[in-house]
Structure formats: C-alpha cells, structure tokens
C-alpha cells in the first residue's frame, strides 16, 4: 500500500466502493468518469506505479484473465482495453490498471 495512492485506497476499501469483481490479484470497479457506456478498471492489489514498473508475469496473466471475467461479468463480449503508460500518454493514476471499454451489448 502506497500512501497518497487513490487506487491503493480504493483496493483498500477506503471508499467504499463497489466491486465488479475481486480475486486474489485484482479489484474492478467502474470508472468515475466514464468514456463510454460501460468503462471499467481493472486494479492490481499490490501497487505497480504503471506498466513500465511491472516484472511480474505471472500477475500481468492474472489481470488479464481477469479483464476476460470481468468483461463476461458486465454483459461485453465485445470491448476494448486500454493501458495508458506515462505521463504523456495520459496516465492520470500511477497505479497500473487496464481499462475495459464497450457498448452494451
Ligand atoms: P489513466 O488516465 O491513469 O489511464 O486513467 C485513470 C482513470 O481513473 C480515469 O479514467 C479516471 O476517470 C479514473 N479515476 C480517477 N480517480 C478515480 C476514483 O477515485 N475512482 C474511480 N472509480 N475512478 C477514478
Ligand atoms: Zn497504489
């Protein structure tokens, strides 16, 4: 846990929030500013300040099959997934996570 990080508070429970999912390696929960009609994170529990910091491939396999799930979970069977890796990339939050973007469907 990382002090000042808002998805580390989040994974925490700090909030409150609501989870789509939770498994040993990741939370998901909905943006707070949704770009599309359904925009979700998925958030590793240990913090990773972005994907640049991650060595873990295990973990990184873990997230990812946790975007599949995630995904079912919500009703897509088509999305998008987005990592954002650097300030000018637009990362806003440097605690990895991977957006999970889609219509209803
Ligand atoms: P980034 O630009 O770092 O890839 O994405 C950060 C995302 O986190 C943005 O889409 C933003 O709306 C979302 N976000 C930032 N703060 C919070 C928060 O406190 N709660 C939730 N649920 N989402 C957040
Ligand atoms: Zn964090």
């Known amino acids: ?3 000042n990080c808002i998805f580390c508070k989040i994974v925490n429970g700090d909030f409150g929030t609501d ?3 939770e ?3 990741a939370v998901v929960f909905n943006d707070i500013n949704p ?3 359904v925009h979700i994170l998925v958030v590793p529990k240990t913090h990773v300040a972005s994907l640049n910091e991650l060595d ?3 973990l990184l396999g873990e997230l990812m ?3 599949k799930q995630a995904a079912k979970k919500v009703g897509l069977s088509s999305y998008k997934t987005l990592i954002n890796t650097g300030k000018e990339a637009g990362q806003e939050v440097f605690h990895l996570h991977i957006h999970i973007m889609g219509d209803k469907n």
């Open 65 to 67: 099959m946790t975007v």
């Open 56 to 58: 873990d491939k295990n």
């Open 1 to 3: 846990m990382e002090e």
């Open 23 to 25: 498994n040993d390696y």
């Open 19 to 21: 989870f789509i999912l």
């Open 35 to 37: 770009k599309t009609p």
